[in-house]
């Protein structure tokens, strides 16, 4: 099933969940570390990716829980606490989705690879 | 801002299906709300709205025609849209839904004060009601109508006037007002969104329908020859009791009668614009409301009524 190309927002989700759970907000922010701001996911974007990859099973939801980090940023007034509550929903990688985005990175690495054979790309700039 | 922003997104969530809505919709806000925070610490609120949008449109399109796809590449996937073209994709549902599903709709009366005010400008919702045919009941999310709705419907005295009001009886419903208290079925409805202004009791009006009156109202009369029964009115099929909020200054179903069901227009969705004006001004159009529009714009509008959902 998954032999074809991964789209853009998919895979590098993926490689945002590579080192362990994140929540919505820190998904968009690491995938817009990632590509250098070309990739901004909205909310329906990102959500409609994670809903597809909750299915194939490329991820799970893990729990529902206050960001400790976003809790000490956020400014302390009468909106906050109470009325907002701010617990966030993570998500972490499956065995499969890690298969998946390796298959993925490998096929991407070896198109690299032909790329600077071909002298298409300076040697060592990848 | 940061409301005034947030209900839009909410306004905008809307187009997504329904069960898309419940398993994310409160996520989707919250990074909204995120984004936000960082458009406005780059300065660049304008430039995110215009994304988000385009967002919306793109991703709410695709989770309801084509929900399966999109974690794969596709070669029709591959060549990314611009700006330009999602763009006129937004602008032509625009114009779809302003010319065939909506309709705007001015509150000139006080009938409904302490949920609607006079002077909200309210996009009106045609289709939440209409028969959806085969097709439709797939696409948008009909129901019938239900106790408690805020109705948009036809004047029934004089079918060139559209009034608002809410739902207290559905066919087969009986209802009586034992002082000013609305009984349906033998029992008492609780009414958070009323509002009585006048202390004393008219038994016409407050222990409806006790005392028929000389009526003014062909339909008024019928009602109360034919649908009393017990010192109760008993609503006949197609046809539905309507009362304003504001329940001791209303034109109501205790004065003109039942509405029937096909003088339904639609549902009231939410208020896009609110200004502090008299009834007289709101019914007719003159140069004079004009001129006062443009001077007071901004002092008489009431922004904190805008993008507000009856409900």
Known sequence: MLNAPLTPPVFHILIALADGERHGYAIMQDVAAQTNDALQLGPGTLYGCIKRMLTAGLIEESDERADPEMEARRPKGPLSAAKNDERRRYYRMTPLGRRVVRAEAERLAHAVTTARSRRLLAEGKA | ?311
């Open chain 2, 1 to 311: 801002m940061t409301n005034l922003l947030t209900r839009i997104y909410r306004l905008m969530l809307l187009t997504y299906p329904r069960e898309f809505r419940f398993a994310y919709g409160r996520e989707m806000e919250r990074l909204f709300h995120d984004q936000y925070r960082d458009a406005a610490r780059r300065r660049n609120v304008a430039g995110f709205m215009m994304r988000t949008a385009a967002d919306t449109v793109a991703t709410s399109l695709r989770e309801r025609f084509d929900g399966a796809r999109g974690l794969i590449s596709t070669a029709r996937k591959a060549a990314p849209r611009g700006y330009v073209t999602e763009w006129i994709v937004t602008i032509l549902v625009y114009l779809f839904a302003t010319t065939t599903l909506v309709q705007a709709y001015v509150i000139p009366t006080g009938s409904m004060e302490s949920t609607l005010r006079v002077g909200d400008h309210m996009l009106v919702d045609r289709t939440a009601y209409a028969n959806p045919g085969a097709l439709g009941r797939y696409i948008m999310p009909y129901r019938d109508v239900a106790r408690g709705d805020i109705v948009c419907i036809l004047y029934p005295e004089n079918t060139r006037q559209t009034f608002v009001k809410r739902v207290i009886g559905l066919p087969g419903d009986r209802i009586h007002l034992h002082n000013k208290q609305v009984i349906r079925n033998g029992r008492a409805l609780i009414e958070p969104y009323t509002q009585h202004v006048d202390p004393g009791i008219d038994p016409y009006r407050d222990d409806f329908p006790l005392e028929p009156r000389a009526f003014t109202s062909g339909r008024g009369q019928d009602m109360f020859e034919h649908h009393v029964a017990n010192g109760e009115v008993v609503v006949p099929p197609d046809a539905l009791f309507v009362m304003g909020d504001n329940r001791d200054n209303s034109s109501d179903s205790r004065y003109w009668g039942f509405v029937p069901r096909s003088y339904v227009v639609g549902k009231p969705l939410f208020v896009y614009w609110s200004y502090d004006a008299t009834t007289e001004d709101l019914e007719s159009w003159s140069v004079h409301h004009l001129v006062d529009v443009a001077e007071h714009f901004l002092t008489r509008t009431r922004w904190n009524r805008m993008f507000l959902v009856a409900h």
